[in-house]
């Protein structure tokens, strides 16, 4: 069930800001009322761009002074644009990799199942939501934690479940693996309008 305060941030933002506004029942319920029936006012570039500033906050589940810090190390990195040096940030976070190889249901759940020690990077348990993990990186469910109720039901949420092509996870050896930087390929998030936010 979508939360009144989620339900919110989904109508305002767009249903891409969490995983549960995706379905045809936000849709349906989105659609309801008088607000929406008449045509909403333009946005301004400045909060266009604060728009979209929110939309990866709340995506990723950050903080200001998180994303804020994100796009400074993007922007002082030399070599590929900053918008995609930004998102390589963004994605690299440990909470967001277990998301992504479907360990966990959202965001929310996978940054939970990180801080409680349940994964090893590199033969390490790592308790930090926003470590960044790099090529080469090996992801392991901790052994102490594989019999836990969260992981219950592990081979059936994967079994159609198809990962990013930068990632991978061996449902045998419960392994995951990163293959490669991670690579942008949705269109919901407009990362230039927010480093444009910033360089104001």
Not at 29 to 35: F, V
Not at 93 to 117: E, T
Not at 162 to 167: A, D, S
């Amino acid at each position: 069930m979508l939360t009144k305060p989620k339900f919110k941030i989904c109508r305002r933002l767009g249903p891409g800001v969490y995983d549960k506004c995706q379905t045809p029942k936000f849709r349906v319920a989105s659609g309801k009322g008088g607000s929406l029936s008449r045509r909403p006012k333009a946005p301004s570039e400045y909060g266009a761009q604060l728009i979209e500033k929110q939309k990866i906050r709340f995506s990723y589940g950050i903080t200001e002074r998180q994303l804020s810090n994100y796009v400074k190390k993007a922007s002082n990195t030399k070599g590929a644009g900053t918008a995609e040096k930004l998102y390589e940030g963004l994605e690299s976070r440990l909470d967001n990799v277990i998301y992504r190889m479907g360990l966990g249901v959202s965001r929310r759940a996978a940054r939970q199942m990180v801080s409680h020690g349940h994964f090893i990077v590199n033969d390490k348990k790592v308790t930090i939501p926003s470590y960044e993990v790099k090529s080469g990186d090996i992801i392991k469910i901790r052994e102490g934690s594989k019999a836990k109720k969260i992981f219950n039901n592990i081979a059936q949420n994967l079994k159609d479940y198809n990962p990013p092509v930068w990632l991978s996870f061996d449902l045998n050896s419960t392994e995951g693996k990163i293959l490669d930087k991670p690579k942008n390929t949705e269109g919901f998030l407009d990362l230039n309008a927010v480093l444009e936010f910033y360089s104001r």
